[in-house]
């Protein structure tokens, strides 16, 4: 125990429940938690959000006063589980990692929820970037499915995706690939508040 930090209102767990490492030592805690009255909750941020619409049902979860839509953590659910099942659908599995470039949209919310639901790493990407920052992202991210607006106020985002991928307009949904962006084989745009996909 003496290798532990004293912090102030933490609670620190006790190292001798922790096997030995190959050199016998004990290994570093991977986190703390507030020793505060509510204890540290162990769930998934899917599994969160479905607590959240038990609990909350009909409460607002989103007012999005640019997009004049309000949204309880029942729809949030509802909308995240449909979107998940077509993530699935599309072929992507626990821990294929998804890209989400949008600027702040309830859909922003939705997609989050609906990658949580069956376990993809959401690679959040600015909105502002352009096309070599995409591809940079997408790539040292090894990011399957790109989620994506067509366009919002000035950003036009499938104008950038069609700067770095040029064929992606006129593309077989199932014959696509692109030497720019290799692990790339979904992409996913946001238009008009609905979803719709090419497969890459």
């Known amino acids: ?60 979860a989103i007012v999005s006063i640019s997009e004049n839509r309000r949204i309880t953590y029942r729809d949030i659910l509802h909308e ?17 990692k998804i890209g989400l470039w949008a600027p702040n949209v309830a859909e922003w919310v939705i997609v989050f929820f609906a990658a949580t639901r069956i376990g993809l790493i959401t690679v959040t990407i600015n909105p502002k970037y352009q096309a070599p920052e995409l591809r940079h992202v997408l790539n040292i991210c090894e990011v399957k499915a790109l989620v994506c ?27 696509f690939s692109s030497e720019n962006l290799p692990t790339l084989k979904i992409i996913i745009t946001i238009s008009k508040a609905t979803l719709r996909y090419r497969n890459l």
């Open 1 to 60: 125990m003496s290798n532990l930090v004293n912090y102030p209102k933490i609670a620190q767990t006790n190292a001798t429940t922790h096997k030995q490492n190959d050199e016998g030592k004990m290994p570093r805690l991977s986190y703390i938690h507030n020793h505060g009255t509510e204890p540290l909750v162990y769930m998934t941020i899917g599994n969160l959000i479905e607590r959240a619409a038990d609990k909350y049902g009909q409460i607002e």
């Open 80 to 96: 995240a589980d449909k979107l998940a099942a077509g993530f699935h659908r599309l072929g992507l599995r626990k821990g294929d």
């Open 149 to 175: 607006l067509d366009e919002y106020k000035s950003l036009n985002f499938y104008g950038i995706l069609l700067n770095l991928v040029p064929q992606l307009e006129k593309a077989e949904t199932k014959s």
